[in-house]
């Protein structure tokens, strides 16, 4: 196969998209259509699919594939023009010979002349002979344009049409001459080639910075969307299960792939997530593995790579990172922001600079939708970069929201921050005791722990939104109570443990609460994560605590 | 938890105060029974009985008003005696180490009973 692509049944789902793409040298040629934008979020395998379409064609004879991926490496125009000239040869002269890609990419163009020549291809020898000709007079614009008219005077020349697929297409908006951004708009010279009839093109990239070049009056409706969404729950489980199959692993069963859903169906997130559990050593997985698996890769395998790269290529400056950093965190955690100062305020950096960039953020489809991959990644860098934790830290805590998830009930709440307000809570424990036959006095315990971190959010926190968040989780012998609150941080120093006769004696009366939340709860943690503070209380039921 | 709004009331019996706190024992109604013992206090009588019995619920902040009683008689030589206190109210002021600054008795009456004649029968 000339592509690496994945093997059919590895491939799933994608069979409409795939036959409509597919179809795309006949509309051309009627004129119907013809040009595709395949956008997608990142990882739902856009790539994928081009490699896919690749193949196929490839193996018939009607219409050549060609395939170019941009690199960042190779934006400066003369080494793109090269690049993009001297692979379409190496594919043309592939294809034509039904053989894979000869010499591994490093031949150069005039090595490649006698097999031209051996098949007859006069205007391609006519070709390179033009494209040298600007080689040789440094004419890194006549470079570009001869390269990216290639396949249109390849289609012309042949007869037969030339689909020409352009990975990562958003990023030919940064070619450039000699410096970076020196000569703007060098991708509309893509133009032409997208208007021949006999050369459809399908494009992928991030769907922010698709549209904004497709809005540049030389290419405006010259070419059509395709949406490429996640696999379905059944499909994708199918997916992880096969990747699982061909590393020797032991699926469990599907009750326990539930977790699997946080995923939503993400070809990448799936195939990253088998390969770390098989880097980690499991061999028979259980539902805890696939947590351990996700926080390892979130924190550094393949996934927490990919967003990195991303992350660099959107904040440049290291100093910047940081606050870009947490107020990305912000964003993604509030579903949005529209107040751009108040993004400025909590990422500590100008309102202009957090503009610029959450509109690179936004072209590289970091924003776009929910992704609670992308958000724990973000936690987990933040908690590492920002809050100094060590890698092991970062992952318990991601682990933690999740195994939290296998609880047998669990509800949440929001109190405003007033007078009395902690008395709901208190109702709502004494509900849930009752739920679960807990012992009344013992019950009391649990509301005056809970009483007394609420008040000490209300009354010291400072919180500009006023609210305090509540999370009740109840599983087999145990509660376990998180309440989290925006505002000050939290700091045990200003709860000394003095004794009532010190007290007595400085004239201190207050500064008992978390005495008692400490004596009543068998494990209290607090933790700052991003802007909120977040008491986790959970207690232990022993038999005598409840009821049978 | 009884949903009762707080209250206080009190009487005198003899030299002794009896107050009655009923309700969610908080920063506002810790209040009005420091107030409501300020008052007693400040005629002198140094025996108060609080009775607990219809107290369903306290917080720190409530706690910590009681402290203020406390330390209020202590200025008059003056003993707070607590009665009627569930197991739980109870145990929520050993916690904080404040009953070594009270007398506690089972009832109201137990409380009067030591009071009048210097005993209380177990």
Not at chain 1, 4 to 15: D, I, K, Q, S
Not at chain 1, 63 to 71: A, T
Request: proline residues 3%; hydrophobic residues 40%; charged residues 25%.
């Amino acid at each position: 196969m000339p592509l690496n692509a994945l093997p059919a049944e590895g491939f799933l789902n994608r069979e409409t998209e795939l036959g409509y793409l597919k179809g795309l040298s006949g509309l051309k040629g009627s004129a119907l259509g013809g040009n595709v934008l395949l956008e997608g979020a990142r990882g739902i395998g856009k790539t994928e699919l081009l490699k896919q379409l690749y193949c196929s064609l490839f193996r018939e004879t009607a219409v050549v594939p060609f395939y170019y991926s941009f690199r960042t490496g190779n934006l400066k125009g003369t080494y793109f023009a090269k690049d993009y000239f001297t692979a379409f040869v190496r594919q043309y002269l592939a294809f034509t010979r039904k053989e894979p890609f000869t010499g591994g990419g490093a031949e150069t163009l005039q090595r490649l002349l006698p097999a031209i020549s051996s098949l007859g291809l006069h205007w391609l020898i006519d070709s390179v002979d033009d494209f040298q000709e600007h080689l040789k007079n440094s004419d890194a614009y006549w470079q570009i344009v001869t390269a990216i008219s290639l396949p249109a005077v390849a289609a012309q020349q042949s007869g037969k049409q030339i689909i020409v697929l352009l990975d990562d297409f958003d990023a030919a908006e940064d070619l450039y001459e000699k410096n970076l951004g020196d000569v703007p708009g060098l991708i509309t010279l893509f133009g032409e080639s997208l208007q021949s009839s006999l050369c459809p093109h399908v494009m992928t990239g991030c769907a922010g910075a698709l549209e904004a070049i497709f809005t540049d009056r030389s290419l405006i409706g010259m070419a059509e969307r395709m949406w490429l969404g996640p696999l379905p729950e059944d499909l994708a489980l199918d997916l992880f299960r096969t990747h699982l199959a061909h590393l020797k692993i032991t699926s469990p069963p599907v009750e326990q792939l539930k977790f699997l859903g946080i995923l939503r169906g993400n070809p990448l997130y799936l195939r990253n997530l088998a390969k770390a559990l098989w880097k980690m050593g499991k061999r028979e997985l259980t539902e805890r593995d696939l947590i351990e698996g996700y926080s390892y890769e979130i924190s550094d395998g393949e996934t927490a790579f990919y967003w990195s790269s991303a992350l660099n290529r959107a904040v440049k400056n290291p100093a910047r990172r940081r606050p870009i950093l947490k107020w990305l965190l912000q964003f993604l955690q509030d579903g949005g922001m529209e107040d751009g100062g108040r993004a400025a305020v909590i990422a500590g950096v100008g309102e202009a600079e957090t503009l610029e960039a959450l509109e690179t953020i936004k072209r590289l489809g970091m924003i776009r939708g929910r992704d609670r991959v992308l958000q724990d990644f973000l936690r987990c860098l933040y908690m590492r970069e920002v809050e100094g934790k060590k890698a092991g830290e970062a992952r318990e805590k991601i682990e933690a929201q999740y195994l939290s998830k296998d609880a047998e009930l669990c509800f949440e709440m929001v109190i405003p921050m007033s007078s009395n307000a902690e008395l709901v809570v208190a109702r709502a424990v004494e509900q849930i005791g009752k739920n679960i036959n807990l012992d009344e006095e013992y019950l009391n315990y649990l509301q005056l722990a809970l009483i007394e971190v609420c008040i000490n959010a209300i009354e010291h926190s400072g919180s500009y939104d006023k609210k305090v968040f509540l999370k009740f989780i109840m599983r087999s012998g145990s509660l376990e109570i998180i309440v989290e609150n925006t505002g000050r941080p939290f700091s045990l120093d200003s709860h000394k443990d003095l004794p009532a006769e010190e007290k007595l004696r400085l004239g201190i009366k207050r500064g008992w609460g978390f005495k008692l939340v400490y004596s009543i709860m068998d494990d209290v943690k607090i933790e700052r994560v991003n802007d909120r503070t977040r008491v986790i209380l959970t207690k232990k039921f022993k038999d005598k605590e409840v009821y049978r | 938890m009884r949903s009762v709004q707080f209250s206080v009331s009190s009487r005198v019996e003899g030299d002794t105060a009896i107050i009655y706190p009923r309700g969610y024992l908080n920063n506002l109604s810790g209040e009005g029974l420091v107030r409501e013992c300020g008052m007693y206090i400040g005629k002198g009588i140094t025996k108060i009985v609080v009775n607990f019995g219809e107290t369903d619920l306290v917080n720190s902040i409530g706690i910590s008003l009681i402290l203020q009683i406390i330390e209020d008689l202590r200025n008059i030589e003056g003993t707070i005696y607590c009665t009627n206190m569930s197991k739980f109210l109870r145990d929520t002021f050993e916690m904080l180490g404040l009953l070594e600054y009270m007398r506690v008795f089972p009832s109201e009456s137990d409380a009067l009973q030591y009071l009048k004649v210097g005993q209380y029968e177990h």
